[in-house]
């Protein structure tokens, strides 16, 4: 059963106006830093085919790099239906032509067979998955206004979906041009990032919010 939408308010994030309800994560200004930074940094990168916001919510991540990178195909992905009607409200009302899809991180982008369906194509993925362990303290309001579903389904330490998308990115890399992936993060996850960057074998640069505290990172996979 879909969840009451309860009140809806207006964000303005990086020049997009967004309505957002109790079906979506309200956007964080400390994400304005991941937007702007991938940006920033992919300067020195080829064109990116196709870029991907995976746990999209109100849309606020592909709303806005949208228009950074205007000659791209723009696809976000949500498992929670109940987001993905918000998503494409907020994509309707400024006009932006994004393809929504539901499911379970990168899953839809494969085929039956385990193909990728962007094959060719220099992909760049950005993500802020739900990162918070079970036992952090968020704040009475944060788990009173924001879903369960944006903020918790990590396991014991909060970083099991973002593993599973450095996988799934790995298992798409090898089909594609060239990838890079950009993620937000738990400020106690940089070390985590880094072990499987390494394991991977992928170069990765962080970042760190406004009060200094790194919270993001870049992963390159590589060209073919
Ligand atoms: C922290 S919120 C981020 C929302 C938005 N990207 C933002 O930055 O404001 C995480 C989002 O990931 C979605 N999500 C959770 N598990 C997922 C999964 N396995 N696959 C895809 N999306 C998922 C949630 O429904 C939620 O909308």
């Known amino acids: 059963m879909p969840s009451h939408p309860g009140v809806s308010e207006r964000v303005v994030f990086l020049g997009v106006t967004l309505e957002c309800d109790r079906r979506v994560l309200t956007p964080r200004l400390e994400t304005e830093s991941l937007v702007l930074w991938t940006v920033q940094r992919s300067k020195g990168f080829p064109r990116p085919d196709a870029v991907i916001d995976v746990g999209t919510g109100s849309g606020a991540v592909i709303l806005s790099?949208?228009?950074?990178?205007?000659?791209?195909?723009?696809?976000?992905?949500?498992?929670?239906?109940?987001?993905?009607?918000?998503?494409?409200?907020?994509?309707?009302?400024?006009?932006?032509?994004?393809?929504?899809?539901?499911?379970?991180?990168?899953?839809?982008?494969?085929?039956?067979?385990?193909?990728?369906?962007?094959?060719?194509?220099?992909?760049?993925?950005?993500?802020?998955?739900?990162?918070?362990?079970?036992?952090?303290?968020?704040?009475?309001?944060?788990?009173?206004?924001?879903?369960?579903?944006?903020?918790y389904g990590g396991g014991e330490r909060g970083f099991d979906l973002i593993v599973r998308l450095l996988g799934e990115s790995l298992r798409l890399a090898e089909s594609c041009k060239g990838m890079r992936l950009a993620l937000e993060f738990w400020h106690t996850q940089l070390p985590l990032v880094k072990a499987w960057a390494e394991w991977y074998g992928l170069a990765v640069e962080s970042w760190s919010d406004t009060s200094g505290i790194p919270r993001f990172a870049m992963l390159d996979y590589g060209n073919r």
């Open 65 to 151: 790099v949208a228009s950074r990178f205007p000659d791209s195909e723009w696809f976000a992905v949500d498992i929670s239906t109940d987001a993905l009607e918000v998503a494409r409200k907020n994509a309707e009302t400024n006009r932006i032509p994004v393809e929504f899809v539901q499911g379970d991180l990168l899953a839809p982008f494969f085929d039956a067979n385990g193909l990728a369906k962007i094959a060719g194509k220099y992909v760049l993925i950005l993500a802020n998955l739900p990162y918070v362990g079970p036992g952090e303290d968020v704040g009475e309001d944060v788990v009173a206004e924001d879903p369960a579903i944006a903020l």
